[in-house]
């Protein structure tokens, strides 16, 4: 009898659980030169490099956005003279690049958009640019609809400077890896 309740309150909250979270599938990643799709870069020495933040919604996910929040990293020594630029039209900015940036704008369906640019000066030392997680909103992102849909974006790759990229945490799995033993010890 024991073990049929922790069985039936384990399929209670896990479904709840599931019905709880938002959707997962779209990606953030780095692209030097979109729509190419070139994750990395070998600059020649203090010349302007322009890392574009690329969002792709193909994946079947919603049908367009009207927020995105994110931040970036650069490797210490990889770059110098940093400029953030907002690429969507009419679009307001809220937050800087490095601390956790949040940019809402009109409806934006296009499926592959690049959202952002960070331009820099390449100081010689390979590194990353890298995407992070916005400190208040980690992985949103707000579909068209009213009231929107938060849906969850991953970090497919982190832009190589002088190097090969890095990939990111997309198609990793969030569970923690624990025994039945582990589980059963919450209830008892």
Same mark, same amino acid.
């Given at each position: ?142 579909? @068209? ?8 974006? @991953? ?34």
């Amino acid at each position: 009898m024991r073990t049929a309740m922790i069985f039936l309150v384990l399929c209670v909250l896990g479904t709840g659980t599931i019905l709880a979270n938002p959707i997962i599938g779209e990606q953030l990643y780095i692209d030097f030169d979109p729509p190419n799709l070139q994750y990395s870069v070998y600059p020649e020495l203090f010349s302007t490099v322009d890392a574009y933040v690329v969002l792709d919604i193909v994946e079947g996910g919603p049908g367009g956005f009207t927020e995105i929040s994110f931040a970036l990293s650069t490797t210490p020594g990889m770059a110098s003279d940093h400029v953030f630029t907002n690429l969507l039209p009419g679009a307001s900015v809220v937050g800087d690049w490095f601390n956790g940036v949040t940019i809402s704008t009109d409806c934006v369906a296009d499926p592959v958009t690049a959202v952002a640019k960070l331009s820099f000066v390449y100081e010689g030392t390979p590194g990353v640019v890298g995407l992070e997680e916005h400190p208040g909103s980690p992985h949103v992102l707000l579909d @068209c609809e009213v009231p929107p849909y938060v849906y969850i974006f @991953c970090h497919r790759y982190h832009g190589g400077v002088g190097q090969p990229e890095v990939f990111g945490d997309c198609g990793g799995n969030p569970v923690q890896n624990v025994t039945w033993g582990s589980i059963k010890g919450l209830y008892e």
